[in-house]
């Protein structure tokens, strides 16, 4: 593992909301999130609205498409999608508390959200509960003083490998090109994950997300990589 990374700050993100919140994404956060936050972070299997075989985890979800997809993909999947963004938060309410049901939705039995900074239920979730991860297009802090603030990092690499069972995968993906560069560095540096060159298009069972289709708009490449916990 990399020794001359500078230990993570006490927050990885700056603010927690960009534009206004519109009457409607108010209500979500007010009326329905509470319903849908994860709760049980010590037995999380129980954290749903249904019994679920296994656990899923996205750290960051973005605008929840992602996280939206996996979920109706994987019905018998418990799937966590944290993310400290309000509007991100807004936006994944939005697709699945109808309008005019901000009081009483239940929103899927088997998602959940985590609306606070995901470190802090990464450190409160027991040791090898995670069947599956993801970090979808991760902010890449291009600034070489900001390097400290990226998620891929030897401290959550460590969490992360506490957390999924042994032949578990953490699927990574990112466009940006100092941020590839740096995944491809420090994950081949640490000796907790098998970590393979990155495939170049999206993988099979993988879901697009708006950042994806906006790095196919601006000439980017995305690379998509499985990183799989070593037993």
């Known amino acids: 593992m990399p020794d001359d990374i500078k230990p993570q700050p ?21 009326e329905a999130l509470p319903r849908v936050h994860f709760r049980n972070i010590a037995e999380p299997l129980k954290g749903f609205g249904k019994p679920v075989s296994k656990l899923f985890l996205e750290i960051g979800f973005g605008g929840g498409e992602h996280a939206f997809d996996q979920a109706a993909r ?10 400290v963004f309000d509007n991100g938060v807004c936006s994944l309410l939005s697709r699945i508390i109808p309008e005019g049901e901000e009081a009483t939705a239940l929103g899927p039995d088997n998602l959940r959200l985590w609306a ?7 450190k409160g979730l027991p040791d090898s509960c995670l069947d599956r991860a993801y970090l979808m297009f991760p902010d890449p802090w291009p600034k070489a003083r900001h390097a400290k603030r990226r998620f ?7 969490q992360m490998a506490r957390l999924l069972k042994p032949g578990a995968h953490w699927r990574v ?17 640490q000796d907790l994950f098998e970590a393979p060159a990155p495939a170049l298009e999206r993988p099979e069972g993988w879901s697009p997300t708006r950042y994806e289709a906006k790095a196919f708009r601006e000439g980017r490449q995305p690379f998509y990589w499985t990183f799989t916990r070593k037993g």
């Open 152 to 158: 891929i990092h030897p401290e959550n690499i460590r």
């Open 74 to 83: 994987n019905p018998d999947t418990g799937y966590i999608a944290a993310e």
């Open 10 to 30: 006490e927050r990885l993100y700056g603010r927690q909301r960009g534009h206004p919140l519109r009457p409607r994404q108010q209500r979500l956060l007010d």
């Open 173 to 189: 993906a990112s466009d940006h090109p100092v941020y590839q560069e740096w995944v491809t560095e420090v994950m081949g540096q």
């Open 116 to 122: 606070e900074d995901g470190r802090q239920l990464l």
